[in-house]
């Protein structure tokens, strides 16, 4: 599913000093599932940004990958929240926010010279990603699109075709009032996706809005999107994979 999580908030919070990570994280190209995200995405291994995931460089002098963190919880720090790692999955610490990743992964079926995984999420302000709204629910609906199109879409999958919204409803997050939006992005090859978008006041400052990008294959622990958002919570301190 996703690709590269990471790279896209790792670059827009970069002075300018070294190119961002492309180590793939969730799922597709582009996000959590695919090839975009935080330090490459979920699925993925970073890819460009017209293959569905943000610019996909080699690590500069100065950056290397974020160490793998595989029990416990990863902290989002300027967020102020801790996502939990699922068994299987391992997560890593971003400049501007933090992801979970799924270690099954497998040729991706519309570009096989790709690497993609089964699942990934990651987290960011929405400011950092470029999503506008005053609430939840709408930064959560104006998301999800992008959302999709960075985990699934492009050559990875040979593109979305359809998708079904499968929820769009208030949710509260470690402790505040968010909204999600769940759809089924229907592909042209290999796994469909199953993608959430969740938007919520950040515990830390209530005027900053924190996005979590969701992507995982369809029949791939789905239920694991609806574990990852009740086990969210205010972080305390620094990751250091254990629950805060």
């Not at 919070?13 to 994280?25: E, H, I, L, R, V």
């Not at 959560?140 to 960075?150: F, Q, V």
């Not at 505040?176 to 006041?201: M, N």
């Amino acid at each position: 599913m996703l690709t590269s999580i990471g790279v896209g908030v790792y670059a827009l919070t970069d002075d300018g000093g070294g190119a961002p990570t492309s180590q793939g994280q969730p799922g597709g190209p582009g996000a959590p599932g695919g090839q975009g995200g935080p330090f490459g995405g979920p699925g993925g291994d970073g890819g460009s940004g017209g293959d569905g995931g943000s610019g996909g460089q080699s690590p500069g002098p100065e950056q290397s990958e974020p160490p793998k963190i595989r029990s416990g919880s990863v902290t989002d720090a300027v967020s102020g929240i801790s996502l939990p790692i699922p068994k299987g999955w391992y997560g890593q610490e971003a400049r501007a926010g933090a992801q979970v990743t799924s270690d099954d992964s497998y040729k991706c079926p519309g570009d096989t010279s790709s690497t993609c995984t089964k699942g990934g999420a990651y987290s960011a302000p929405a400011l950092a990603l470029g999503t506008k709204g005053a609430t939840a629910e709408e930064i959560a609906k104006a998301d999800i699109g992008r959302n999709a199109e960075e985990s699934y879409g492009g050559k990875s999958y040979g593109g979305i075709t359809s998708h079904d919204v499968l929820e769009s409803k208030a949710v509260t997050v470690a402790g505040q009032k968010g909204y999600l939006v769940r759809w089924k992005a229907v592909t042209s090859k290999g796994a469909d996706g199953i993608v959430e978008s969740l938007a919520f006041p950040s515990p830390a400052n209530a005027k900053q809005m924190v996005v979590i990008r969701f992507g995982v294959d369809a029949g791939e622990q789905e239920s694991v999107l609806d574990d990852i958002t009740k086990g969210i919570k205010a972080a305390t301190g620094s990751g250091n994979g254990q629950d805060v």
